[in-house]
């Protein structure tokens, strides 16, 4: 089952269109107690558009072939070529029926792609390129078919078959065995086939469509999770609903089926009417799930199922282009949360992910743009920039065309392209033609990496009442990409008096000011925007909303933030001032503990730090994400040479600082917020209980906490309540930890998505223990490597959300990592090639750090038969270095 590492560079510019034409696939399964046969009748046809090809050039990998004819007649040897990943059809004619049988193993499939188990059941996951591992077939998104699907298996070991469509007929064999038809009337390409066979249990809904379709909705899981499916099937229907009204999009066929499986690589998929989930995107009981993951669960239940338009009526003409579904439907789901929740808490989320894990991703040896030129494993490219920065471009159209203007594009887009497989400069066209402008030069943010840096700089002519903002933009070259060009950066912005008061503008030219809030437009290396009768000199308010995914470099005082930070009409940007307040207190700590300093805590923080917690007026969800300093990973990104150990020293002195000097207004906030008697998971209870647990944290960091934390624990009726003074007692290593570890353990042993919290917990628990602790976890019952919930729970959490575990100065972190990545990457490449991108930053910590990282990727890159997937990983990291020396 050994991939060969010698896989060759695939490239954008090398696309052609496949010279065939499939019209139709008809597949018959044949599940048996330890093989599958899959027999494919392949109806094939020129494709008239194209050079004439002699071979149908099919994809097939770790299967074995019983028999190929060709309209009926059995084809010997050298009627075809087979390779370890493909088969070549000689001399086929101009139209033809091809049959095909081959035997695959899915009981011994660990990749978690192709078909393979998971409990009792068999399922597939076939994006991007897993059905070639169920039968020989061009194996790419732009062949797209119709899917009529056959499912035969023994009744009572696989009760419910599922696949594609409409279900159109079922029966019963002698001997035990049962069959069921399904029909997909939408032709799609491979990715989107889906079949699920087993022993499952489902709850079911209705939906009726504005135009009067009515359809069924189910959920499918393992019998002993069904009272925890409610959420989903909400969530389900609301998506279903929020899609109508603001896209006017509607669902197209009769049945529509979830199903969660604990074992899964990515978080879900959303093929053709049978999503298939990861059961952590599923399953919410309020003592199973915290907020976080009430919310995930309605974000990716929305995410998969408006891809049925944005990805599955319009697909991707190859894998270049996967940010043209991606980058549209996380924007799409991003647009969902926000009008279901706080937009401006669910806007400051997004970003604070986009800085902390995709800013580094533009800065490291994976440096990519969002739409790739390049790649050896397409697995490797399903990244936080194809989709969390594809969003951010997509959010952009948005702004710069406004909500009418950009459905307008859409509208254009669909009416173009339903049923295509198409291409990123297809999407942009439809909005450009559809709003009669030119987005020419937008059109680099697709072909160009790297974070770009906006410059802020202003003048102020007191006697003229002129006041001119400097913007400039430049982007660092990054590891695939020396030659940057200037981009179009949509700048929102204002002007606040110094006692934060909104100040109306009026740019030069226009006859009177409107309105307090500007789109200001950079589309050249720089451009100086002049404002007039300007009463005082302003104190400048950019970015708002976010309104670019760029790096910001304006040089704000300290009493400017504030100001911004109390009085600035904009939420991120009141945010973002916080963040940058509290930003510079830790780092000036860091540099003053390397020279043996001692720490200070401005009072100007303490101050801010007190108005937030005495502002009643917000939503308590903002005051929290306010309230919360920024991340040590965050942090690092931003520093030249990243010091572990100073960054988490300087961020624990501030946080508790703040907490021992606001501790009476940190208890009452608490207080407050405890008042909630009964659970509920409405917005406003979410929001109440993030407020109270960010507040909980701080507490902990004086005598107070451990008393409150211990009586949350034992009072509470919910998971996040339950997590957050769990895991306060555990990262600070209270007496009771130890004990609260141990019954929390006792009672959900049994569960695993919640156990994945427990392993969680203990992985990221700082400090140089943390490489024991993690082997002790690894040896748990009730971790499995073969399982990706529990690698990321444990050997994800450990090497990326545990700074100073993880980069213990003696190296022992790194080498158990690689261990991990090494023992992984026979079992399961794509999360091996994951759980690498850990290495990724190397380059920029300590001589001594960036040693003990290269040895380890120089001995993972020494590994036999090591899968593509974590080689294209190794060896781009370890290219790097070329740069550094
Ligand atoms: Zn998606």
Known sequence: MKNSTARKIVRRVEYTPYPWILDHVVLRFEIGDDTTRVLSRLHIRRNDACAPAADIDLDGQDMELISVSLDGLPLDDSGFTK????????????????????????????????????????????????????????????????YEVTLVADKARYPVLLSNGNSVGSGEFEGGRHWVRWDDPFAKPSYLFALVAGHLSFIEDQFTTTSGRNVTLRVFVEPENLDRCDHAMESLIHSMKWDEDRFGLEYDLDIYN?????????GAMENKSLNIFNSKYVLARPDTATDLDYQGIEGVIGHEYFHNWTGN???????????????????????????????????IR???????????????????????????????????????????????YHTL???????KGIRLYFQRHDGMAVTCDDFMAAMADANGVDLGRFGRWYGQSGTPELKVSSSYDADAKIYTLHLSQVTPSTHDQSNKQPLVIPVAMGLLSKDGHALPLRLQGEQEGTGSSRLLVLDEEQQSFVFEGVEERPIPSVLRGYSAPVKIDCPYSTAELAVLMAHDSDAFVRWDSAQLLSQREILGNVSRLVEGAEPVLAPELVDAYDALLADLDSDPGLVAEALALPGEDYLAEVMPVVDVDGIHAA??????????????????????????????????????????????????????????????????????????????????????AETALQSFEHQWRDDALVMDKWFSIQASIPGEHAVGRVKTLLDHPGFSISNPNKVRSVIGVFSMMNPTGFHTADGSGYRLHADQVIALDSLNPQMAARMTGAFNSWTRYDENRRNLMRTELKRIAAVQNLSPDVSEIVSNAIGMDKNNK
């Not at 979830?258 to 990515?266: E, L, P």
């Not at 991707?316 to 789901?333: I, M, N, P, S």
């Not at 065309?401 to 459905?407: A, S, V």
């Not at 998971?681 to 109270?692: F, G, Y």
């Open 258 to 266: 979830i199903v969660a499986t604990n074992d899964f690589n990515m």
């Open 313 to 347: 009526r319009v697909t991707c003409q190859d894998w270049f282009q996967l940010t043209l579904k991606e980058g549209l439907t996380v924007f799409r789901d991003q647009e969902f949360s926000s009008d279901m929740h706080s937009r401006a808490v669910k806007r």
């Open 350 to 396: 997004d970003v604070r992910a986009l800085r902390s894990r995709q800013f580094p991703e533009d800065a490291g040896p994976m440096s990519h743009p969002i739409r790739p030129d390049k790649y050896i494993e397409i697995n490797n490219f399903y990244t936080m920039t194809v989709y969390q920065k594809g969003a951010e471009i997509i959010r952009m």
């Open 83 to 146: 390779t370890s990943e493909q088969l070549l059809i000689h001399d086929a004619p101009a139209s033809c029926t091809l049959e095909i049988e081959v035997q695959i193993e899915p009981l011994k499939n660990t990749t978690l792609t192709g078909l393979y188990p998971s409990g009792d059941f068999l399922l597939t996951q076939c994006e991007a390129e897993g059905f070639r591992r169920i039968t020989y077939f061009p194996d790419r998104p732009d062949v797209m078919s119709r």
């Open 401 to 407: 065309l406004g909500e009418d203007g950009f459905q």
């Open 651 to 736: 961020r624990k002195f501030v946080k508790s600082g703040l907490a021992n000097a606001l501790q009476q207004q940190f208890l009452q906030r608490y207080t407050d917020m405890c008042t909630d008697q009964v659970y509920s998971k409405d917005p406003v209870s979410m929001a109440r209980r993030s407020l109270k647990n960010i507040c909980l944290s701080f507490l902990l960091e004086t005598a107070s906490g451990e008393g409150l934390a211990e009586a949350q624990l034992a009072g509470s009726d919910n998971m996040t309540d339950t997590l957050a003074a769990l895991q306060g007692l555990v990262w600070v290593e209270a007496p009771a």
